[in-house]
């Protein structure tokens, strides 16, 4: 494989400084240069780009349709002029600095992982709006590549004191004044086979398009979508945790004593796995239905690849349950929690319940996890200034006319 190492200035900078040297790979200053987005995505900003698809739409199809994943962005999109001149750093904490053409990445064996991704903002109109989607991604895995660098699979430490791996944007955004977007994980993560996190190039078997990280991202299964970096414009092995805004000063999870007033967002740590979820996704909020017979579908899933257990669905408001049917690819295919053989660890679940309706109620949907967590009763409980991960009980009306 041939590979270019590092000049010796990047060599010694490359952690400190921030890398200008886009080698083919752009951000735009403006929003001239957008790619072109489904008509049925639902808009929550044009200026940077937010969007999310239909709720009933995420359970028409196992796998969400690129067109219709959805998207969060902090500035334009970045263009890649040159692809035969990009190129990825790998620096830091490392023996041996190099940079990666596209062509090198793909001479790794390669891996490819169902994922659900969610933003932690998920359902924060109840306590975002972005909706949780998922994708078949392909790429090398991140620890195949890094022992090009010297560390070991299963490594927490590299040789240089490295304990955590960040990832660099092109994207820049306001939030970092004007500089890249980036976030980190944990080394033993990174080095972890099992955690199949992955520098991806394709989604559900094409190459990524430009609103999903085109040429190149970052995959990390089983924790909140803003660890996954895109457009990757460098890999650094660092001593601490990423000080990106992103990573400081935002997606923490703070008791409902916390407000702007006291807030000290050094005594939480970065979210990563996000918790058990479930959600209702073939009715509204608020529905107008005739007597009889309801059919529920919807999804569950939970963060660090923790399987689901049970969905309890109530149709009456909650006074009495009953278990729903979990499946993932087919309802012909039982799903088993914990098997990995037959099921997506990483995925979502998606579920079935139907039960006669005959007064106007309200129909509701919990999830329980593997390892015993359920989503609490309501958000009151859980409400955090930032208005993150809102795994309340999911709740919808229906009005019988």
């Not at 987005?37 to 900003?45: E, G």
């Not at 500035?75 to 002029?81: A, K, M």
Request: with cysteine; aromatic share 8%; hydrophobic share 40%.
């Amino acid at each position: 494989m041939a590979i270019k190492p590092l000049t010796p200035i990047i060599k010694a900078f490359c952690c400190s400084l921030i890398i200008v040297r886009m080698s083919g790979l752009r951000a735009p200053s403006n929003y001239s240069e957008e790619p072109p987005r489904h008509p049925s995505l639902m808009v929550n900003s044009q200026e940077p780009f937010n969007a999310e698809p239909p709720r009933s739409a995420l359970i028409a199809s196992y796998v969400t349709p690129v067109d219709l994943f959805y998207k969060r962005n902090h500035g334009p999109i970045p263009v890649l002029d040159d692809t035969e001149r990009y190129r990825v750093s790998i620096c830091g904490l490392v023996e041996k600095p190099l940079e990666l053409s596209m062509a090198d990445i793909k001479k790794f064996p390669k891996h490819t992982v169902t994922v659900t991704l969610q933003c932690a903002g998920n359902r924060r109109t109840a306590m975002s709006k972005v909706k949780p989607v998922k994708a078949i991604w392909g790429g090398a895995k991140l620890a195949d590549v890094l022992e090009l660098v010297g560390i070991s699979k299963l490594t927490s430490v590299s040789p240089l004191g490295g304990k955590h791996v960040e990832f660099v944007s092109v994207d820049m955004c306001k939030e970092e004044k004007g500089g890249p977007y980036k976030s980190s994980i944990p080394l033993i993560q990174a080095t972890n086979l099992d955690a199949e996190v992955i520098l991806a190039y394709e989604m559900n078997g094409e190459t990524l398009n430009r609103d999903h990280g085109y040429p190149l991202r970052v995959i990390v299964p089983g924790v909140i979508g803003a660890r996954s970096v895109k457009w990757l414009s460098s890999i650094d092995i660092i001593e601490k945790e990423c000080q990106g805004f992103f990573t400081q000063r935002d997606y923490k999870m703070f008791p409902p004593s916390v407000n702007w007033e006291n807030i000290d967002w050094s005594t939480r740590r970065p979210q990563m796995d996000f918790p058990v979820q479930s959600v209702i996704c073939s009715l509204e909020e608020e529905n107008t239905v005739k007597p009889g017979k309801i059919v529920v579908h919807g999804y569950a899933v939970s963060g660090g690849g923790r399987g689901i257990e049970r969905v309890d669905v109530s149709f009456d408001g909650g006074n009495t349950w009953e278990e729903a049917i979990r499946y993932q690819k087919s309802t012909a295919v039982p799903y088993v929690a914990d098997d990995t053989s037959t099921g997506d660890k990483w995925a979502w679940v998606l579920f079935k319940a139907e039960a006669d309706v005959s007064h106007t109620t309200e129909i509701i949907t919990k999830a329980v996890d593997i390892a015993g967590n359920v989503q609490p009763e309501n958000v009151a409980v859980i409400w955090n200034l930032r208005g993150i991960l809102n795994t309340s009980w999911h709740r919808v009306r229906v009005e019988c006319v």
